[in-house]
């Protein structure tokens, strides 16, 4: 048994998808969550430079204690998880291979589209990782950052984001240009044949149901979280390093942002609990 927490972290308020998805998998453990806010969005900037966030975040996340750290990014992951796995001393797991390990074994067409930031379709991180797991399958990976402003800006200006996002009449009315390019991005990642979608950021499961109705009933969506959440469970059960089952979990926040209360406004919505125990940190 190991009580230390799970550490995990992202360029911002996307994580606390996979953040969530850990809590809701394994309530008894505590978590140290950061997210680095003041230099959101990773997916515009070089892999080098990424890979130097990473670094400092890790070093971070160990300070803290942490007993495995969750890079729940897909662009920090593409550009720095197979450092941070040689230089930190605990378990290091990504959200690429879940997400494309779920993808090979969705598939029955062999052909997988994915959804992601600029920085992680460039790097070839999803293509990469499904080729290892079987050769065979044809990707087509497709830029998305307009979901990303989709997310946040829903977060910020409508209160009952997550609830409308459900409702099959939810659009975006207001900025039918915006509507039109978000079909025709999803419509390009649905290549001819394919039959499973990867939602390859973080961000991206908040609005899941639209881009589902999009998709429509034939395509299978993979949401990385919920596999992440999975790999995160199997690795501490090996390893014996699983909470006792009376332990008190402890949820602790991190960001960069000069702002903590908008953080902490947002984060609530995605994280689905009370952010009450959150500072700022300057890297």
Same mark, same amino acid.
């Given at each position: 048994m190991n009580n230390a927490p799970i550490g995990i972290f992202d360029s911002g308020f996307g994580g606390l998808t996979v953040a969530r998805t850990i809590r809701e998998a394994l309530p008894q453990e505590s978590i140290v969550y950061f997210g680095d806010t003041a230099r959101c969005p990773y997916g515009p900037r070089p892999q080098a430079e990424v890979q130097g966030f990473v670094r400092q975040i890790c070093g971070y996340l160990r300070e803290q204690g942490v007993k495995?750290? *969750?890079?729940?990014?897909?662009?920090?992951?593409?550009? /720095? +998880?197979?450092?941070?796995? %040689?230089?930190?001393? *605990? $378990? !290091?797991i990504g959200v690429v291979e879940p997400g494309a390990r779920a993808a090979v074994r969705s598939t029955r067409s062999r052909k997988v589209g994915v959804l992601a930031t600029q920085g992680t379709v460039d790097s070839g991180a999803y293509n990469a990782a499904i080729a290892a797991l079987d050769a065979g399958v044809q990707v087509t990976s497709v830029a998305a950052p307009l979901f990303v402003d989709l997310v946040e800006r829903g977060l910020r200006e409508d209160p009952e984001f997550e609830t409308h996002i459900r409702t099959p009449e939810f659009g975006l009315a207001h900025h039918p240009e915006k509507e039109a390019a978000a079909a025709q991005i999803i419509q390009t990642a649905l290549a001819p044949g394919v039959d499973t979608l990867v939602l390859g950021c973080t961000h991206f499961p908040v609005i899941e149901p639209l881009i589902s109705r999009v998709a429509g009933p034939h395509v299978r969506l993979i949401n990385s979280a919920r596999e992440t959440a999975h790999d995160v469970m199997r690795t501490l059960e090996l390893r014996d390093h699983l909470c006792e089952a009376t332990h008190d979990p402890v949820y602790t926040f991190?960001?960069? =942002?000069? &702002? $903590?209360?908008?953080?902490?406004? +947002? /984060?609530?919505? !995605?994280? /689905?609990?009370? +952010? &009450? %125990? !959150?500072? =700022?940190?300057? +890297?």
């Open positions: 495995i750290i *969750v890079i729940a990014c897909n662009t920090a992951t593409a550009a /720095g +998880l197979a450092m941070a796995q %040689r230089e930190f001393d *605990v $378990p !290091i991190a960001t960069t =942002s000069c &702002d $903590p209360q908008e953080f902490e406004q +947002l /984060g609530e919505k !995605i994280f /689905g609990a009370s +952010l &009450d %125990r !959150i500072h =700022s940190v300057n +890297l």
